[in-house]
């Protein structure tokens, strides 16, 4: 066990899909796992494992922020031989030309963070996903004929900016959208020497208040991103 976690090892899968919400976790595990055994609720923190056409996965929440998904996915790579860690969350749209749906695969993170800073690298690391998860959720997501795009992320400390023009900068650098997390995960990923993931669905477009999803079409569309990441878990199953 550790701080925030009391799964004893052997209950989490190989393969975890992160949501930031705890209570998504707990959805996921309800509406697609089989046989789902809540391992965590510490902190509020909730995690299943179940099985997924077969195969052992594991859902656990993140919370929000880098430092919070910084000490989860540390744990997880660390204490409990997790190998692969798919993040599933929402992202605003940076790029106008998306769609209010759209899947964006993290192939990159930056950020305005500083968690790499604990490294004491001789100059600047750039995070990015494993790039096997990364075919796999793209040739998934468009089998089932699903808007993808592959690129640069933000992970950002903040959600709300005293200076929201800093927003454009990030856009004229081609920048997909921006999120919380990714920058984190990607790290203590490659110092674990483990894989990780992000699948995102554009939720709203920044910068245009006229393109943001209700709490129906989130839903429905947050539905797609999972069944990409359950399909991914179960491949590398095989």
């Known amino acids: 066990m550790t701080p925030h976690n009391t799964a004893e090892k052997g209950q ?39 099985t997924y056409k077969g195969k052992r996965v594991s859902v656990m929440g993140h919370g929000m922020g880098i430092p919070s998904i910084g000490i989860y996915t540390y744990e997880l790579f660390h204490f409990y031989d997790v190998e692969n860690i798919i993040r599933v969350g929402s992202i605003g749209g940076l790029d106008t030309s998306l769609e209010l749906g759209d899947l964006i695969i993290a192939q990159g993170a930056c950020t305005d963070s500083n968690y790499a800073a604990q490294y004491e690298l001789p100059g600047t690391f750039a995070p990015i996903c494993d790039y096997g998860l990364l075919k796999l ?88 991103m999972i069944e990409v990441a359950l399909d991914v878990a179960v491949q590398l199953e095989d």
């Open 137 to 224: 959720a793209d040739k998934t997501a468009e089998a089932k004929g699903l808007n993808v795009r592959v690129g640069n992320v933000l992970a950002s400390d903040c959600f709300y900016r005293a200076n929201p023009s800093a927003n454009e900068k990030w856009r004229s650098m081609g920048v997909l959208g921006i999120e919380m997390e990714c920058n984190a995960l990607y790290l203590n990923a490659a110092y674990a020497h483990k894989r990780a993931l992000g699948i995102l669905t554009v939720s709203d477009i920044i910068g245009d208040d006229s393109r943001c999803m209700s709490p129906e079409e989130r839903q429905t569309t947050l539905r797609s």
């Open 12 to 50: 989490i899968a190989k393969t975890v899909l992160m949501p930031g919400d705890p209570l998504r976790a707990k959805w996921i595990a309800e509406t697609f796992l089989t046989d789902a055994v809540c391992f965590n609720q510490t902190r509020g923190m909730l995690g299943y494992t179940g």
